[in-house]
């Protein structure tokens, strides 16, 4: 049974970067694509991009672009979000999950906090 | 870029059907899939495809999709269906995944 485990909470400064990672454990992960999806307090999910493992092909979010980096491990079966520049209203829940294609996403990761304070 | 609209909050006592709403151009053309989210919790599909339940999903829940507007109705509430529920579509214009704002269900 496949299962995404990610990374624990972090604490950044505004201005700083922080790497969130979602470890994919169990069975095979083939022409799956990764995404990833937050939600801040008292508003509602973001799709934020997606990356898919095999050829490592990226597509960002507009309100992202420039901002957000993803990447994958083969060797370790992890992802990576990377995001830059974090200001206050980045503070937010981040998940990654999986779709086939342009299909649902059917399984997700339990969430990882992000908190941007000075 | 494609926009879909739910209502914020819905309110239903124990018992009752609930009826959500998801709001959107033409979305009989699309696949509206449907996601449960509880406090602290990832979200859950409960809905792909406009009305297919994924295994562990129970049979009160159920999905429509017609004209202009997709509907998550839950028959029978219980106070365990107290959620944020999030419909999405994938689109070829800007963005490819578009999530709705989410609807508030509160069991009464």
């Known amino acids: 049974q496949v299962q995404l485990v990610q990374s624990g909470p972090e604490f950044r400064k505004p201005g700083a970067s922080v790497r969130v990672s979602c470890k994919v454990s169990?069975?095979?992960?083939?022409?799956?694509?990764v995404h990833w999806v937050r939600r801040a307090s008292g508003r509602g999910l973001e799709w934020m991009g997606w990356m898919h493992p095999g050829s490592g092909n990226t597509g960002y979010a507009q309100n992202f672009q420039g901002r957000v980096t993803f990447t994958w491990d083969t060797s370790g079966r992890t992802a990576y979000l990377d995001l830059r520049g974090l200001r206050s209203e980045d503070t937010a829940v981040y998940y990654c999950s999986r779709a086939r294609g342009a299909e649902n996403f059917d399984l997700w990761g339990q969430g990882t906090l992000v908190t941007v304070s000075s | 870029s494609y926009v879909l609209t739910q209502p914020p909050s819905l309110s239903v006592a124990p018992g009752q059907t609930a009826e959500m709403t998801c709001g959107g151009d033409n979305i009989e053309s699309k696949s509206v899939h449907w996601y449960q989210q509880k406090p602290g919790q990832a979200p859950v599909l409960v809905i792909y495809n406009d009305r297919d339940r994924p295994s562990g999903i129970p049979e009160r829940v159920s999905g429509s999709n017609s004209g202009n507007t997709a509907t998550l109705t839950i028959s029978r509430v219980e106070a365990g269906d107290e959620a944020d529920y999030y419909c999405q579509v994938w689109h070829d214009y800007g963005d490819p995944v578009v999530l709705g704002g989410g609807t508030k269900l509160t069991v009464l």
């Open positions: 169990g069975s095979s992960f083939n022409n799956y694509d």
